[in-house]
């Protein structure tokens, strides 16, 4: 029996030390996330960074404070507004 998905959309992203990006996508009510990291240089060659995703739902984080996840479920409709799931961001 296959995992559930559900569809999150990129809410955040920080250039952080030693050129690693931290992406974050939400799900729409901004209750849970799944953060990744990449390099700057897998960024410019790699895979596309695209508004969604489908993550599968073990995959995904609580997010345990309240500002927090409305400030991710104000960007996930922000960034669900603006583009198409597969669009490149």
């Not at 809410?11 to 996508?25: K, L, S």
């Not at 209750?31 to 599968?56: D, F, I, K, N, W």
Request: glycine fraction near 4%; charged fraction near 30%.
């Amino acid at each position: 029996m296959s995992e559930s998905t559900q569809q999150c959309w990129l809410v955040e992203r920080e250039f952080g030390a030693r050129n690693i990006v931290t992406i974050i996508y939400a799900t729409p009510d901004g209750s849970r996330y799944q953060q990744r990291e990449r390099s700057s240089t897998s960024l410019r060659t790699g895979s596309p960074v695209t508004a969604a995703v489908e993550v599968t739902a073990s995959d995904l984080e609580d997010v345990t404070d309240e500002e927090t996840r409305e400030r991710y479920a104000t960007e996930a409709q922000r960034t669900a507004e603006q583009y198409d799931p597969d669009d490149s961001i």
